[in-house]
């Protein structure tokens, strides 16, 4: 983890899931594995052993008819600050090997393929669930080959995955602005594939320090919350719910807390 | 684990960690090297198999 | 057939009897390393593991071989550094045993990782933040010294030691064996406490997560004293299985029963330091995360609270009660019977400091994930136990590891067979 001079223009890339705009259609998933080469399976049932960097939660309130109440909950890496925000998220702290890198310049937890072992420790730390493991090689549909994006390199067998907030995006942005001759990137330069895939606009994405992206103001709304709070991860996502029973089940509480 | 690596920092963690390493190895190297040298001496030098005594 | 390399004076089975006996060994240790072949070449998929259950059993496999391989350095330490003198006729087996875990946790691990051949990376780009980059190096390093206290045992072989070289080599090893006994305890002291750490600094984990010193958890100090406490306990547990196979006795009561008292007093330490940092868990660390004790005990079909009073009553304060007793150690039944809870104890307790941690939901909308493993991660788990029933049968047979046998033999001198 190499220790970056903090600096007041930093940028801290997250995401506002208005969980009363998503309906669960799963876009944002199909996105996600069709932009970042995710490979999968003929049987993809088994989701403890398949790839989803984003995967989609189906959670009630686990009341019966006609109390009953759903909610679909998007969850891709947290890309956690970790306590006081010093970039020790749970992850990257725990590499044996640096595979796993907290930028301080975008607040991004980056995966390094070709550096990673397979120990799984990163996997073992995070309590989101957010690491995937590629229990096999990937293998594609015949021609798939074709279709993949030249921009994210597939990765092998044995090396621990996870959603990268589509960083070669922003990559390409920066090499953009910086031929335009801008040192700076605007709010729709770059944005997360599921974020422009989402047809009901539950996903916003931007720079949670500037105060001239959507998010700003969105975090604050009083309905905001973020999984798991209580464990001090940090996360940069940010969830929206008007309704209670789905803002409780972000955290765990005990069983005399209001 | 060598300061020509890029991930190498001159930093506290970086120093007490590897230095304990360092140490031991050295320690263990050095243990060995005298270890084996004494015993060219002795054998080859001195000449005995009991050349210790 | 190979009497000349058996050591004059001491009777050992015939060379068909131990051929059928390496052979039947040689059969599971093939058997496991198939299993391991098959996760090298068609990758990790061989396993029951899954993205809930990243670390399994090899893992559980590995901190408990350490563990209980932690005899080594602490007899080490007490021989050369406190000079606990008698302990000079079980120190030779205590550093066959340790030499046999720990070379066979490092197998372990290079069948766990998912892209062994990238296994030099974890020292070449080490995050010195990690705590398994820590268990790395100190393991490596503690293999090298358990080699250099294996090697003088070996020199001892009766044709080997008549090579003027070796013999002067195994002398000089000797001469200063206490320099590496204390390299190596410095060097367990820190691997057997960040094997601990590897759980307890699992902040987004509250079933792992431990507060501590600095950067330590308090899982890092009480697995070095777990295992110092425990690992003697396999030892003598190993001992007195050598000596029901050979038929002989090998150590002196005397030894035993001074190893178990040592091993007693730092089990019943270490257990009223777990019991403290049980009831700080359940009482400041967990309710801070919004969990509950029983949130980790209950909903599930196998970890009820009863795993946790087998691991503190059962396998922590009855064994040590035993052990630090004249007469329960003294007692042929209650010093085996310590010895086996002991070792049970410290297993259970590396196991639900992984297993448990992995099976039990920390987001409220996920269950509790079971696992059981695949019969390749069982045979490749097995594989060490038959690995190291080899290296104690042939050193038993063709070295000097017991100072005493001859003594409390002497019937069986000269046999020559």
Known sequence: MKEEKSDKSAKKFGMVIDLDKCTGCGSCMVACMAENNVPFKEDESKKLVSITWMRVYRLTNGKSFPDTEICYLPKPCQHCGGKGEHGHSPCVSVCPATATDYNKETGIVSQIYTRCFGCRYCMAACPYHARYFNWWDPVWPKGMEEYLSPNVSVRMRGVVEKCSFCFHRYQLAKDKAYYEGRSDIGENEYQTACAQACPAGAITFGDLNDSGHAVYELKKNKNAFRLLERLQTNPKIYYLSSRQWIRRAGDNYLKNEK | ?53 | ?417
């Open chain 3, 1 to 417: 057939m190979d009497s000349k390399i058996i050591s004059g004076e001491l009777k050992r089975c015939s060379t068909w009897q131990f051929a059928l006996w390496i052979s039947a060994a040689g059969a599971v240790l093939l058997w496991g390393v198939y299993a391991m072949l098959l996760c090298w070449f068609k990758g990790l998929n061989q396993t029951n593991m899954n993205d809930s259950y990243g670390f399994a059993l090899w893992i559980w496999a590995d901190l408990a071989i350490i563990a209980l391989g932690g005899g080594a350095f602490f007899t080490g330490f007490l021989r050369y550094i406190i000079g606990k003198d008698e302990l000079k006729n079980i120190v030779n087996y205590a550093v066959i045993i340790g030499f046999i875990c720990y070379s066979s946790a490092l197998i372990i691990l290079g069948i766990d990782v998912g892209q062994p051949i990238r296994g030099w990376f974890i020292f070449w780009h080490a995050n010195v933040h990690s705590m398994l980059t820590e268990v790395a190096f100190c393991l490596t390093c503690y293999l090298f010294v358990l080699i250099i206290e294996y090697i003088p045992i070996i020199l001892e072989n009766r044709r080997i030691d008549n090579i003027p070289f070796f013999h002067n080599l195994g002398h000089n090893m000797h001469s200063i064996m206490a320099v590496f006994a204390a390299t190596g305890v410095f060097l367990s002291f820190f691997h057997q406490g960040s094997l601990g750490g590897v759980s307890g600094v699992l902040f987004g984990r509250p079933f792992a997560y431990r507060e501590g010193v600095l950067i330590w958890p308090w899982t890092f100090f009480l697995f070095t004293w777990s295992a110092a406490a425990c690992g003697p306990c396999f030892t003598i547990l190993i001992t007195k299985i050598t000596e029901k196979i050979t038929g002989k006795r090998l150590v002196k009561d005397n030894v035993i029963e001074l190893l178990a008292k040592i091993s007693g007093w730092m089990i019943g330490t270490y257990i009223i330091a777990k019991i403290i940092d049980t009831v700080y868990w359940i009482k400041v660390t967990l309710p801070a995360t919004g969990f509950g004790l029983m949130d980790f005990y209950s909903n599930n079909p196998f970890y009820g609270i009863w795993i946790l009073v087998l691991e503190i009553v059962i396998c922590g304060i009855l064994p040590a009660l035993i052990l630090i007793s004249e007469k329960g150690r003294k007692n042929r039944y209650g010093l085996i019977i310590a010895a086996i809870l002991a070792v049970l104890g410290v297993c259970i307790n590396r196991w639900v400091l992984v297993l448990q941690v992995m099976a039990a939901p920390v987001l409220t909308f996920e269950t509790w994930q079971m696992y059981f493993p695949s019969w390749q991660e069982i045979a490749t788990t097995i594989l060490p136990l038959a690995y190291g029933i080899i290296i104690i049968s042939f050193s038993y047979r063709y070295l000097p590891v017991f100072p005493q046998e001859k003594e409390l033999n002497p019937w069986t001198i000269n046999g020559g067979k």
């Open chain 2, 1 to 53: 684990m060598f300061p020509f690596c890029f991930e190498w920092i001159w930093d506290m963690s970086h120093i007490v960690f590897m230095g304990g390493l360092w140490f031991a190895l050295i320690i263990i190297g050095l243990g060995m090297t005298y270890c084996i040298g004494r015993t060219f001496y002795d054998t080859y030098i001195f000449k005995g198999k009991d050349g210790h005594n």
